[in-house]
């Protein structure tokens, strides 16, 4: 048996972890593994190269991914998938395991419509895959934020000032929902939540009344940019607003022990499901175990927006 793997997408860490364990259980079980550089505009240009248990040796404690990454244009058309399909059966490539988002798992679904055995791991830092409850990447990008925000928020507080801080997160706003809750931030502006920047204001006011010397807003991306609310906030507020994008910070860096044990699991468990015949699914974490579920219907999966964890936010950071 033989199979493939890429890595697709925007990069996360992780999935360094998450290509060892697919390799060591794969050779473990007497199975050649190729890797594919570039995601699919590898596959596209049959940049494949054989994988053995040394090529994925030390790569465990690294950030990004050593299989590299992209996006490809040409595999959104039919005439792309169909050469992708090609190529991977004139390589002998029987099974192939895609890590990635949503994107990623959308051109996994292309290929098994093809014909090829796919089975798909949840990298991104977003977390913004409905299937899963998390994503391989995203404790690690909520740590780099949190490491961020107890940094600014010293020198905030010398200079009794609100700072605005960027994080990413377009459609899903949960690393600066998760973040804003642990480093105790003063407002949160999402794209699950209508934003009310009066509310928001009169808020941070009432804490500055109250001997508050100064606050923090954790912004998720999808909702604008950084600088417009500061301009906005220091408007409303007539308090000193400065702000901060944390951008590409957040997808680099050693993965945590979580998003490592993650990125095992998923691994260990994708080959797992080659070998038992379970392929066309993706491996989720799901109510605290793990599982495959078919990939048409893993992508359709809604996100759900953790109203739970916002309330509980809001309530602490009075």
Same mark, same amino acid.
């Given at each position: %048996? ?39 505009? @590898? ?16 790569? +465990? ?10 996006? &490809? ?6 005439? @792309? ?22 994107? #990623? ?5 292309? +290929?098994?419509?093809?014909?090829? &055995? ?18 391989? @990447?995203? $404790? ?17 507080? #010398? ?22 809750? #642990? ?34 807003? %954790? ?61 066309? &699914?993706? %491996? ?10 078919? +990939? ?11 109203? $739970? ?10």
């Amino acid at each position: %048996m033989r199979i493939g793997i890429l890595t697709s997408g925007g990069d996360a860490p992780g999935m360094n972890a998450a290509i060892r364990a697919v390799v060591r259980t794969a050779i473990f079980n007497k199975i050649e593994v190729y890797g594919i550089h570039r995601g699919y505009a @590898g596959l596209l240009e049959e940049d494949i190269v054989p994988l053995n248990v040394y090529s994925v040796a030390d790569i +465990l404690q690294r950030g990004g991914t050593i299989l590299r990454t992209s996006r &490809s244009e040409f595999f959104a058309t039919d005439a @792309g998938v169909k050469k992708g399909a090609e190529v991977l059966e004139a390589y002998g490539i029987e099974h192939l395991v895609v890590i990635g988002g949503d994107g #990623s798992f959308k051109g996994a679904l292309a +290929l098994q419509k093809e014909g090829v &055995s796919v089975i798909g791991i949840p990298g991104t830092i977003d977390n913004d895959i409905g299937c899963s409850d998390y994503t391989i @990447g995203f $404790d690690t990008a909520v740590t780099t934020a949190l490491d961020a925000i107890s940094k600014i928020r010293d020198t905030t507080y #010398s200079h009794n000032r609100i700072n605005v801080i960027q994080v990413m997160g377009r459609k899903c706003g949960d690393i600066a929902l998760y973040s804003g809750l #642990s480093g105790g931030a003063e407002a949160l502006i999402l794209p699950e939540v209508k934003t009310d920047l009066d509310g928001i204001c009169q808020r941070l006011l009432v804490g500055k009344d109250r001997g508050k010397l100064h606050s923090i807003v %954790m912004l998720a991306e999808g909702c604008g940019n950084y600088r417009d609310y500061c301009v906005e906030i220091e408007e409303r507020t007539q308090v000193t607003t400065k702000g901060t994008n944390l951008g590409y910070i957040q997808r680099g860096g050693s993965p945590s022990n979580i998003d490592r044990n993650l990125a095992c699991f998923m691994g260990y468990n994708a080959v797992q499901a080659i070998i038992k015949k379970e392929t066309g &699914s993706v %491996m989720v974490q799901r109510f605290g175990g793990y599982q495959g579920i078919p +990939l048409e219907e893993a992508i359709q999966i809604p996100k759900v927006f953790r109203q $739970d964890i916002y309330d509980i936010a809001m309530v602490l950071s009075i």
